[in-house]
């Protein structure tokens, strides 16, 4: 799995690509079709709203090994995905975290 790194590929997929909503984050997805990037990508937001540092870092970790598991299965092609953690993402256990991605991303495509 690769990452998006730039600001304009976060603005990208929120400008542009769908989004559903979970309890725990937030997804959105973009299809780019560009030749040189075919694997999906993936990035993640936390913003001060759910903690301090080591709140945001636990959360993004979260997401990113949600990722590692789930998404490699179920993404797509050619498609970036940006995950915005919630406020109480750190509450949920991480089966129901595993589970909202899965259907969020059957529900995307």
Do not use: W
């Not at 600001?7 to 973009?30: N, V």
């Amino acid at each position: 799995m690769e990452y998006l790194k730039s600001r304009r590929e976060y603005l990208r997929a929120s400008d542009k690509g769908a989004k559903c909503i979970t309890p725990s984050f937030i997804i959105l997805a973009y299809h780019h079709g560009d030749s040189d990037q075919k694997n999906p990508r993936a990035g993640f937001t936390a913003s001060k709203k759910i903690g301090n540092a080591v709140i945001r870092n636990r959360a993004k970790r979260r997401l990113k090994e949600a990722v590692r598991i789930s998404l490699d299965e179920n993404s797509r092609e050619y498609y970036d995905y940006v995950l915005i953690a919630r406020k109480y993402i750190n509450n949920y256990s991480f089966n129901s975290i595993l589970k909202d991605l899965e259907q969020s991303i059957n529900k995307l495509h």
